[in-house]
């Protein structure tokens, strides 16, 4: 399967952005998807997760309450709604696929990523 992610841009401490992320190849109903970011000089992290039902949904503690993730698998689209954005979001958004049975945090456990999408927060 093949992931697009897009919908980055460059916001205000507080604002919101919604990232799309489309998949081409296979049907997205297939996978559990995630959301991982990668700042500068940092590690790539978790972020948020959604099982391939909608079903069940994990997130980083530090964005609960701020980001939610979802998905119109008839679309085979996945979306990350970011609100009350802050500057330490500021990182490249990548979206990823897993084709196993339980939904998981763990970022060696996606087997297809896409491109990335850069998210800027200015102060």
């Known amino acids: 399967v093949q992931l697009q992610a897009s919908g980055g841009g460059l916001v205000q401490a507080g604002g919101s952005l919604r990232l799309s992320c489309v998949a081409s190849g296979r049907t997205l109903s297939r996978y559990q998807m995630g959301w991982f970011r990668q700042a500068p000089g940092k590690e790539r992290e978790f972020v948020a997760a959604?099982?391939?039902?909608?079903?069940?949904?994990y997130y980083a503690d530090s964005v609960k309450g701020r980001f939610t993730i979802s998905r119109d698998n008839a679309k085979n689209t996945v979306y990350l709604q970011m609100n009350s954005l802050k500057p330490e979001d500021t990182a490249v958004y990548y979206c990823?696929?897993?084709?196993?049975?339980?939904?998981?945090?763990?970022?060696?456990?996606?087997?297809?990523w896409g491109q990335g999408t850069q998210v800027t927060v200015s102060s």
């Open positions: 959604i099982s391939w039902s909608g079903g069940s949904i």
């Open positions: 990823a696929a897993d084709s196993r049975v339980l939904l998981t945090r763990d970022m060696n456990e996606y087997d297809y």
